[in-house]
């Protein structure tokens, strides 16, 4: 995969992201709710499949963004969620 922009190819985990954006951007805009700005996809991967490459970055961004947007919202976390 070219890393140094958005997945050209239907990647699962950035398709679930993108949707994740989608829907909690939504309901915060019909709760009245701000959220903070997703996080961004990188720019600067090589493309070498580095240990802790910026996708890995981006990923965990994208984590911690929906548990932030969660709490906004005062979503119970999934069960079993930490």
């Known amino acids: 995969m070219d890393c140094t ?6 990647d699962p985990a950035w398709q679930a ?12 805009l019909q709760a009245g ?6 996080p961004t996809p990188p720019t600067s991967c090589c ?6 490459c910026v996708w890995e970055g981006f990923y965990g ?5 929906i548990e ?3 709490a906004a919202l005062g979503q119970p976390k999934p069960c079993g969620a930490m």
């Open 5 to 10: 922009a958005v997945p050209q190819t239907p």
């Open 17 to 28: 992201a993108t949707a994740a954006f989608a829907r909690y951007q939504a309901l915060a």
């Open 33 to 38: 709710v701000a959220l903070r700005a997703a």
């Open 47 to 52: 493309g070498r499949g580095c240990n802790g």
């Open 61 to 65: 961004a994208v984590t911690f963004w």
């Open 68 to 70: 932030d947007a969660e």
